[in-house]
């Protein structure tokens, strides 16, 4: 997170929130990459706000487009489709109640 330039109290209430998440996992040298282009995405994703609070939709693809087209991605299909599996597995994490 600081590598993609975000301040310093987004980072600390991310950490708080998934403290007890922490573990170490392994990530295949083949996957570096598409890892890298969704930490990049970061500020793609969708959101929507109501009386429950906020809620997490998942990415504006054509944000998600932009930046691959932007960066130069080959093979936009398949990254494209690594990212979606990130983004279902993300998805369920990003919406859990703190409680």
């Known amino acids: 997170m600081r590598q993609g330039g975000a ?8 950490v708080s929130r998934y403290a007890d998440d922490e573990k170490e996992f392994e990530v295949y040298e083949e996957n570096w990459g598409e890892l890298g282009l969704f930490i990049d995405l970061g500020t793609q994703w969708r959101q929507a706000v109501g009386m429950g609070g906020m809620v997490w ?12 087209d932007m960066a130069g991605v080959e093979d936009r299909e398949r990254v494209f489709l690594q990212l979606q599996l990130m983004e279902a597995a993300a998805l369920p994490v990003l919406n859990r109640s703190k409680k």
């Open 57 to 68: 939709l998942g990415f504006d693809y054509s944000g998600v487009k932009t930046y691959l």
């Open 7 to 14: 301040a310093e109290a987004v980072i600390e209430a991310t």
